[in-house]
């Protein structure tokens, strides 16, 4: 299946963008299976490394793991260094056409980037099949603010 699906990193406009969408492009491409690994994300960090997650399903749906927690997870483990950008990829399955679609975070990820990455974070989305950079807090504009944490920053 390696090299049927182009990486989307070509239709980025820009460096971070592109080092962002190869990376989890090249990890869903690697552990791809139908149902259980279908996306895969990649978390650029302060201190210039990428860290990377991949989305776990599950028999009851809800149990399912997005990308971009492992992803956040994997670099909370490896550094303090906080996040700054992250993409996320779809690789396609067998029968659909032979495109990997850059995917925005759903809602309960854009809370827990913006929890974990501040409303500076930095999110690939596909802007017109184009791979832009854009700010969590412009994908989720009345973010949950509880009472819990002290800081409503990292
Ligand atoms: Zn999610």
């Known amino acids: ?5 182009p990486d989307p990193a070509g239709r980025c406009v820009d460096a971070t963008a592109a080092r962002l969408v190869a990376a989890a492009f090249a990890a869903i491409r690697d552990v791809y299976v139908p149902e259980r690994h279908q996306i895969a994300a ?14 776990l399903d599950a028999m ?4 399912a793991a997005c990308a971009e927690s492992g992803a956040l997870s994997a670099a909370r483990l490896a550094t303090s ?11 396609p399955k067998p029968t659909e056409p032979a495109l990997a679609r850059i995917v925005p975070p ?18 690939v989305v596909d802007a017109d099949g184009q791979g832009r950079l854009v700010a969590a807090s412009g994908l989720l504009v009345h973010k949950y603010v509880g009472t819990k944490w002290t800081r409503t920053t990292p």
């Open 106 to 123: 759903c809602g309960l990820c854009r809370e827990l980037l913006i929890d974990h990455g501040g409303p500076d974070l930095q999110v």
């Open 42 to 55: 990649a978390v650029l960090t302060g201190d210039d490394r990428v860290h990377l997650g991949v989305h």
């Open 1 to 5: 299946m390696t090299g049927r699906v």
């Open 60 to 63: 009851v749906g809800r149990a």
């Open 81 to 91: 260094a906080p996040p700054v950008a992250i993409a996320a990829v779809r690789y």
